[in-house]
């Protein structure tokens, strides 16, 4: 059974849970996304929660390859905006924050009572992530990502795309587990310095992921893996998002990151009722 720990609560993962994304950013690749008003950030909280989100995963800095590297200063103020307000309104909430900056972590689990981080750089781009998560105590999904959002297009060049990525994780989990961490939840970063080819080729290894014993998070909502090959746009990349998150339900995925609880939520439902009448 996996589970991480969720301020001195289990919150179980055998059976997968949804990660609602909230963006308070204006440039975030999606639009639909996009909320940076109090009433917008309530309305949107308020959704993920009722449709069936267990954790909220809110991001100050927009990850596309064409928006603007933010400061940690800058994160901190969006951050000091949206936090009160949602902690105001829904109080216990699992809140998340995406961030690769360990000063910002530590303000948002210190002041405002965040319970996990989500680091895209996998500790790269600020070299103090990994002790600021050990002291902070806290669960870390570490991503797979080179460079960064606006280098990582031209970083795609591997020995062997799997054997490199797992590579990568056990370095990492290796240097998390020296340290005291033991909450570590792995993100195979889909669409994070891989080719469309690329990230067909990671999702269809996805099992192998299982000999981490970890809980796996999968994020494809909505993104250019979907687009490159369907010829749309993020905003019509609903159903294909819908048809790779069941697929990384089949093969392993605990928990998915999406725009859309909603149909989330239902594609967990109907796997696990699938796996009710499994041989």
Do not use: W
């Not at 299982?210 to 746009?233: A, E």
């Amino acid at each position: 059974m996996k589970t991480i720990n969720i301020k001195g609560e289990l919150l179980d993962l055998s059976t997968p849970v949804v990660m609602g994304i909230l963006n308070i950013t204006p440039d975030s690749f999606y639009s639909g996304s996009r909320k940076e008003s109090e009433t917008e950030i309530i309305t949107r909280t308020q959704e993920i929660l009722e449709q069936g989100g267990a954790i909220v995963d809110i991001g100050a800095q927009s990850t596309s390859p064409v928006s603007k590297f933010m400061t940690a200063e800058e994160e901190i103020e969006r951050l000091s905006f949206a936090l009160p307000i949602i902690n105001r309104e829904f109080p216990g909430i699992i809140l998340s924050v995406d961030t690769f900056y360990g000063e910002v972590a530590r303000f948002c689990v210190e002041e405002h009572g965040v319970a996990i981080v989500n680091d895209i750089s996998g500790g790269e781009i600020d070299k103090t992530m990994f002790d600021t998560v050990a002291k902070l105590n806290v669960p870390y999904i570490l991503m797979h990502m080179r460079g960064t959002p606006q280098t990582m297009k031209d970083l795609t060049d591997y020995d062997n795309l799997i054997q490199d990525i797992f590579y990568y994780f056990s370095q990492k989990v290796a240097q998390l587990h020296l340290l005291g961490v033991n909450d570590i939840i792995i993100d195979p970063g889909f669409g994070f310095s891989k080719t469309m080819d690329q990230n067909y080729e990671l999702m269809s290894a996805l099992q192998g992921f299982s000999i981490f014993d970890l809980p796996l998070l999968v994020g494809i909502s909505r993104k250019r893996m979907i687009s490159n090959l369907l010829g749309t746009t993020p905003a019509e990349n609903l159903n294909g998002t819908t048809v790779l998150n069941t697929f990384a339900l089949l093969n392993g995925a605990n928990i998915l990151r999406v725009h859309d609880v909603k149909e989330a939520v239902e594609a967990v439902k109907i796997v696990q009722k699938l796996g009710e009448y499994s041989l």
